[in-house]
């Protein structure tokens, strides 16, 4: 079974749960992207919204204001290796226009004018399964505890980009682990590569609470990591690069 890709996070937030705004400023965000490559990153995942709960939600202005200087600058340093996670369909139109980026969407590309945007320019999308309209509902509302109801939902919206003449090849899908799903359903989609074989799967399970107590040390990650490059991953999803990156040459 080939080993997956690893997808080093990069959050230039100043209230991210896993790295307190240590990269928020645009040096440290280029200093960190080109660390996360040399530790053995094939893509880096830029983040300017934090996901943790009662997070603050941005307008595309406050967003595309934090990610454009760092993308002017990455994006011909590493072409074709950077993705941005987004939900909003201007930043992503401005990314686009700066040059190659994959597109994160941690809703689900539920806006029609994501969808819009992403096959006017052919891009490679990550499709990240969601429960609720939104990041902050996924973790205030009631959770789904069946992975069919994870399946069903990404292969809809795989199958809707398809018929937009979007390629297979360009399309990734995510179980969106830790959003709106039970503490059994997140361990059980740490599997997910053998439900759905058809396309590209990634598994985003860093320091989520429910791998524990324990979350933001690296043997649990690394113990989930296992599980999920056993399990047919194609990309995971992590902070901590160079320790997964000697875990899969085990």
Same mark, same amino acid.
């Given at each position: 079974?080939?080993?997956?890709?690893?997808?080093?996070?990069?959050?230039? %937030?100043?209230?991210?749960?896993?790295?307190?705004?240590?990269?928020?400023?645009?040096?440290?965000?280029?200093?960190? &992207? $080109?660390?996360?490559? &040399?530790?053995?990153?094939?893509?880096?995942?830029?983040?300017?919204?934090? %996901?943790?709960?009662?997070? #603050?939600?941005?307008?595309? @202005? !406050?967003?595309?204001?934090?990610?454009? @200087?760092?993308?002017?600058?990455?994006?011909?340093?590493?072409?074709?290796?950077?993705?941005?996670?987004?939900?909003?369909? @201007?930043?992503?139109?401005?990314?686009?226009?700066?040059? #190659?980026?994959?597109?994160?969407?941690?809703?689900? /590309?539920?806006?029609?004018? /994501?969808?819009?945007?992403?096959?006017?320019?052919?891009?490679?999308?990550?499709?990240?399964?969601?429960?609720?309209?939104?990041?902050? &509902?996924?973790?205030? $509302?009631?959770?789904?505890?069946?992975?069919?109801?994870?399946?069903?939902?990404?292969?809809?919206?795989? +199958?809707?980009?398809?018929?937009?003449? /979007?390629?297979?090849?360009?399309?990734?899908?995510?179980?969106?682990?830790?959003?709106?799903?039970? /503490?059994?359903?997140?361990?059980?989609?740490?599997?997910?590569? #053998? !439900?759905? #074989?058809?396309?590209?799967?990634?598994? $985003?399970? +860093?320091?989520?609470?429910?791998?524990?107590?324990?979350?933001?040390?690296?043997?649990?990650?690394?113990?989930?990591?296992?599980?999920?490059?056993?399990?047919?991953?194609?990309?995971?999803?992590?902070?901590?690069?160079?320790?997964? &990156? !000697?875990?899969?040459? @085990?």
């Amino acid at each position: 079974m080939p080993k997956p890709a690893l997808v080093g996070i990069l959050n230039i %937030t100043p209230d991210s749960f896993s790295d307190g705004g240590r990269f928020f400023s645009y040096e440290e965000a280029v200093r960190r &992207a $080109g660390q996360l490559f &040399a530790d053995g990153a094939a893509i880096v995942d830029i983040g300017a919204e934090s %996901t943790r709960p009662n997070a #603050t939600k941005l307008s595309h @202005e !406050e967003e595309w204001s934090r990610v454009k @200087e760092l993308l002017q600058t990455l994006i011909p340093r590493y072409p074709g290796r950077l993705s941005i996670d987004s939900y909003h369909p @201007e930043t992503i139109e401005k990314a686009l226009a700066t040059g #190659t980026v994959i597109v994160n969407d941690v809703t689900g /590309m539920n806006n029609p004018e /994501m969808i819009d945007v992403v096959v006017r320019h052919n891009a490679t999308v990550v499709i990240s399964h969601l429960v609720g309209a939104d990041v902050q &509902a996924a973790h205030a $509302g009631e959770l789904i505890d069946d992975v069919n109801v994870v399946k069903t939902d990404l292969l809809r919206m795989a +199958s809707l980009l398809l018929e937009k003449g /979007m390629a297979k090849d360009d399309i990734i899908l995510d179980p969106g682990i830790g959003f709106g799903k039970t /503490m059994r359903l997140n361990n059980e989609l740490l599997k997910f590569g #053998t !439900e759905i #074989t058809d396309f590209a799967i990634m598994v $985003g399970y +860093s320091k989520k609470r429910f791998l524990g107590e324990n979350r933001m040390n690296v043997e649990p990650n690394l113990a989930a990591g296992r599980i999920a490059r056993s399990h047919g991953a194609r990309y995971i999803r992590v902070h901590d690069v160079q320790s997964h &990156a !000697e875990m899969l040459r @085990e």
